[in-house]
């Protein structure tokens, strides 16, 4: 078996039966303009071999990437979680033989088994587990893998031959939301029980091969606590039966195996090749945070039309959805005397407003609130971005231009209470629902990357079949007839 890292969670593999694309993000930037495979790499699209599996892991950003999808081959067999925007997407592209596939699911090319393997967090998402007659390689992507999980994929394998780990307790919101930048220990060392137990003949650390660049950059020295170098050392640590078989794999590296032998191509990729490795820009250091926000208006909108927008939209549109559903969604709000101020960023200025739930007739009311309790800033031109449905929530909360806390409480004579963590949500949150924003610029994605020939599409020709086998599928060869 081989494995060609693409980069980050971008793989290709090729077992003895088949060869299969798993996660394509084949262009950078990606994620709506803020993160960068790193090391820097460069995808020469011309090259990418045929396939006959293409598998989607989840619908994150940085492993569901519309123009790379919309580039690629339509016919192919695709397999993805039960997710229904990942398959409405899809099939908005082209594709049209889509395999939805709940935990631990099967599927049968030639001698080659491939296992969805489950993941606690439920976007839906899993990792996967190839098999062939050379090996077994479990690429875990970013799934939190229960011990549940594990012991399920040792009493089908009796040996993980090669582990593409999940290893990086990230810490990419914790800045915007006031929660901990202290080293993640407890994270950390779940990561390192779960490779101890499934004791690996061989690891590589997976995913997480990204930066964040222009004006989300300083979330790389925040978002990264553990080093690749110092991870690849933990393990040796933690499994010293490993030996040398840890693995950093870089973009365009291949890691080829079989019956326990492992070979490192490096840079022998012949359609990915690595341009640049700048690592020191990624060290953890959260005590260098600046605490600045700044609008670098990166999409470049117009001034005056992005002021007139967000005014008209925090000082009507917004107090009058708010009073609207003070009986359903701002319930908890008015029973803690929230009084919520919101201060957006401009490229050369910023404005504040603060909105008292506690009065009848909720209004945008300028300037500082010294009652305030629940605080969120946001750059303009991402708050725009919102109103336009042109950008979304990771942009904004994953690319750093988006920061909130609360402190919300009521003083009693017999001490303070407060509400429940997460009871009380951001308004902005409620006015511009995640999942309504995200399908939209999913769809608008597909208007521009999906049009017919636009993005030089590859194309060809359907040659299989799946058949579902009891809880098995099984990819089947049609007839040549020519």
């Given at each position: 078996?081989?494995?060609?890292?693409?980069?980050?969670?971008?793989?290709?593999?090729?077992?003895?039966?088949?060869?299969?694309?798993?996660?394509?993000?084949?262009?950078?930037?990606?994620?709506?303009?803020?993160?960068?495979?790193?090391?820097?790499?460069?995808?020469?699209?011309?090259?990418?071999?045929?396939?006959?599996?293409?598998?989607?892991?989840?619908?994150?950003?940085?492993?569901?990437?519309?123009?790379?999808?919309?580039?690629?081959?339509?016919?192919?067999?695709?397999?993805?979680?039960?997710?229904?925007?990942?398959?409405?997407?899809?099939?908005?592209?082209?594709?049209?033989?889509?395999?939805?596939?709940?935990?631990?699911?099967?599927?049968?090319?030639?001698?080659?088994?491939?296992?969805?393997?489950?993941?606690?967090?439920?976007?839906?998402?899993?990792?996967?587990?190839?098999?062939?007659?050379?090996?077994?390689?479990?690429?875990?992507?970013?799934?939190?893998?229960?011990?549940?999980?594990?012991?399920?994929?040792?009493?089908?394998?009796?040996?993980?031959?090669?582990?593409?780990?999940?290893?990086?307790?990230?810490?990419?919101?914790?800045?915007?939301?006031?929660?901990?930048?202290?080293?993640?220990?407890?994270?950390?060392?779940?990561?390192?029980?779960?490779?101890?137990?499934?004791?690996?003949?061989?690891?590589?650390?997976?995913?997480?091969?990204?930066?964040?660049?222009?004006?989300?950059?300083?979330?790389n020295q925040i978002a990264f606590p553990v080093t690749r170098e110092q991870f690849c050392e933990d393990v040796k640590?933690?499994?010293?039966?490993?030996?040398?078989?840890?693995?950093?794999?870089?973009?365009?590296?291949?890691?080829?195996?079989?019956?326990?032998?492992?070979?490192?191509?490096?840079?022998?990729?012949?359609?990915?090749?690595?341009?640049?490795?700048?690592?020191?820009?990624?060290?953890?250091?959260?005590?260098?945070?600046?605490?600045?926000?700044?609008?670098?208006?990166?999409?470049?909108?117009?001034?005056?039309?992005?002021?007139?927008?967000?005014?008209?939209?925090?000082?009507?549109?917004?107090?009058?959805?708010?009073?609207?559903?003070?009986?359903?969604?701002?319930?908890?709000?008015?029973?803690?005397?929230?009084?919520?101020?919101?201060?957006?960023?401009?490229?050369?200025?910023?404005?504040?407003?603060?909105?008292?739930?506690?009065?009848?007739?909720i209004q945008a009311r300028s300037g500082r609130n010294p009652f305030a309790n629940f605080f969120t800033t946001i750059?303009?031109?991402?708050?725009?971005?919102?109103?336009?449905?042109?950008?979304?929530?990771?942009?904004?909360?994953?690319?750093?231009?988006?920061?909130?806390?609360?402190?919300?409480?009521?003083?009693?004579?017999?001490?303070?209470?407060?509400?429940?963590?997460?009871?009380?949500?951001?308004?902005?949150?409620?006015?511009?629902?995640?999942?309504?924003?995200?399908?939209?610029?999913?769809?608008?994605?597909?208007?521009?990357?999906?049009?017919?020939?636009?993005?030089?599409?590859?194309?060809?020709?359907?040659?299989?079949?799946?058949?579902k086998i009891g809880n098995t599928l099984v990819r089947l060869v049609k007839e040549n007839k020519n």
């Amino acid at each position: 078996m081989e494995i060609h890292m693409i980069g980050h969670a971008s793989i290709f593999v090729e077992t003895q039966d088949c060869k299969i694309l798993m996660d394509p993000v084949l262009w950078d930037p990606h994620a709506e303009g803020i993160e960068d495979i790193f090391p820097k790499r460069e995808v020469i699209h011309e090259r990418i071999p045929e396939f006959d599996l293409l598998i989607i892991s989840h619908q994150h950003l940085d492993h569901f990437d519309i123009r790379s999808l919309a580039y690629l081959p339509k016919t192919v067999d695709v397999l993805i979680p039960k997710d229904k925007l990942l398959e409405t997407c899809l099939r908005k592209l082209g594709y049209s033989q889509i395999y939805p596939l709940g935990d631990f699911s099967e599927v049968k090319v030639g001698s080659t088994s491939i296992l969805t393997t489950r993941s606690e967090n439920r976007v839906p998402e899993y990792g996967v587990v190839f098999a062939d007659q050379s090996g077994v390689f479990w690429n875990q992507v970013d799934s939190d893998v229960s011990p549940d999980t594990i012991r399920f994929v040792k009493s089908r394998y009796r040996h993980v031959d090669f582990l593409l780990a999940t290893w990086q307790p990230m810490l990419e919101t914790n800045y915007q939301s006031n929660r901990s930048l202290s080293f993640p220990y407890s994270v950390y060392n779940k990561l390192l029980g779960n490779i101890s137990v499934i004791r690996p003949k061989a690891i590589a650390p997976g995913a997480n091969g990204f930066k964040f660049i222009n004006g989300s950059s300083w979330l790389n020295q925040i978002a990264f606590p553990v080093t690749r170098e110092q991870f690849c050392e933990d393990v040796k640590m933690v499994c010293p039966e490993i030996g040398e078989n840890v693995f950093a794999l870089d973009p365009g590296d291949i890691l080829a195996f079989k019956n326990g032998e492992f070979s490192l191509l490096s840079e022998m990729c012949q359609f990915v090749k690595k341009v640049e490795d700048d690592r020191e820009s990624l060290d953890f250091s959260p005590v260098k945070v600046e605490g600045s926000l700044i609008d670098d208006n990166p999409d470049n909108y117009n001034l005056d039309e992005m002021r007139e927008a967000i005014e008209e939209e925090v000082c009507f549109n917004l107090p009058k959805f708010i009073i609207g559903k003070k009986d359903s969604l701002f319930l908890e709000h008015c029973r803690w005397n929230v009084i919520y101020q919101l201060e957006i960023v401009f490229p050369n200025s910023s404005r504040k407003w603060s909105f008292d739930f506690l009065e009848e007739n909720i209004q945008a009311r300028s300037g500082r609130n010294p009652f305030a309790n629940f605080f969120t800033t946001i750059t303009a031109s991402s708050f725009y971005g919102l109103l336009k449905r042109v950008k979304g929530w990771d942009s904004a909360h994953m690319g750093g231009y988006y920061r909130s806390f609360n402190k919300i409480y009521i003083a009693t004579p017999h001490g303070i209470i407060k509400p429940a963590e997460s009871k009380i949500e951001d308004p902005l949150d409620l006015r511009f629902p995640y999942k309504d924003i995200f399908e939209t610029i999913r769809q608008r994605e597909i208007e521009k990357w999906g049009q017919p020939n636009g993005n030089g599409s590859i194309s060809n020709a359907s040659k299989t079949l799946m058949m579902k086998i009891g809880n098995t599928l099984v990819r089947l060869v049609k007839e040549n007839k020519n």
